[in-house]
């Protein structure tokens, strides 16, 4: 089927600079997409999400760049807070194939004091 | 923002047994309800999607008669885990949706219910 990947599984940032999180999908039918946070024991948090008709979207300290030529996706976290420490996920619609949302496999963010 | 709960948080039992979880929209009506399965250090894998009234879409490899699934109202999802083995041991993360097509908001997800068979 489909994937949703991420090239680092774990990433490590001092506090106070910026982290940048990546993610590959395969499916070009793909037209929307979702960054998730998830801290230990428990559920996904929305972040940032952006359709494919864009390609950069600014959030509170986050932005999310769409590069559907190479079929990539980023979060940038600005000034990385210790607070920011999670398991990071992107995730992919297609909505033309009944809209089910795919997780990739996750980055887990370590933010250093 | 909308709150979907789940009940209970955490469940402890024995090999063999069935346990029922529970998946609420609190504030809102939700006409389709996701329900996921997460390993540790791994991805949400969706097992099934289920709408109010009818009956559940699971995905493949998802045994249907040992994880049921009812959404009886547009507030209440439950999955029943039938004849728990250790090997059902997870995290299960259930969602839910308002409905129409996908919007910025329209999914939101529960804290999860830690599975533990002894």
């Known amino acids: 089927g489909e994937n949703v990947g991420l090239h680092l599984p774990t990433l490590s940032v001092q506090e106070g600079d910026n982290s940048i999180i990546n993610c590959a999908y395969s499916?070009?039918?793909?037209?929307?997409f979702i960054w998730y946070k998830q801290e230990s024991g428990k559920g996904p948090q929305f972040i940032i999400d952006?359709?494919?008709?864009?390609d950069k979207r600014q959030g509170q300290r986050v932005t999310v760049l769409l590069n559907k030529t190479v079929k990539h996706l980023s979060l940038q976290i600005a000034a990385t807070q210790p607070g920011d420490s999670a398991v990071y996920f992107c995730?992919?619609?297609?909505?033309?194939?009944?809209?089910?949302?795919?997780f990739g496999t996750g980055t887990r963010l370590q933010v250093t004091l | 923002g909308a709150v979907v709960s789940q009940h209970p948080s955490w469940v402890i039992c024995k090999s063999g047994t069935s346990v029922k979880i529970e998946c609420r929209s609190l504030?809102?009506?939700?006409?389709?309800m996701f329900w996921y399965r997460q390993f540790p250090k791994q991805s949400l894998m969706l097992m099934a999607t289920?709408?109010?009234?009818?009956?559940?879409?699971?995905e493949q490899g998802v045994e249907k008669d040992k994880f049921l699934i009812n959404h009886a109202s547009l507030t209440l999802s439950t999955l029943t885990v039938t004849s728990a083995h250790p090997e059902d041991s997870s995290f299960y993360i259930c969602?839910?949706?308002?409905?129409?097509?996908?919007?910025?908001?329209?999914?939101?997800f529960g804290p999860g219910t830690r599975l533990t068979v002894l």
């Open positions: 969602s839910a949706r308002t409905g129409g097509s996908w919007d910025t908001d329209t999914q939101y």
């Open positions: 952006i359709r494919s008709n864009m």
């Open positions: 499916n070009s039918a793909s037209d929307y």
């Open positions: 995730a992919e619609i297609s909505t033309g194939t009944a809209s089910k949302l795919t």
């Open positions: 289920s709408n109010e009234g009818s009956k559940a879409t699971y």
């Open positions: 504030d809102f009506q939700a006409t389709t």
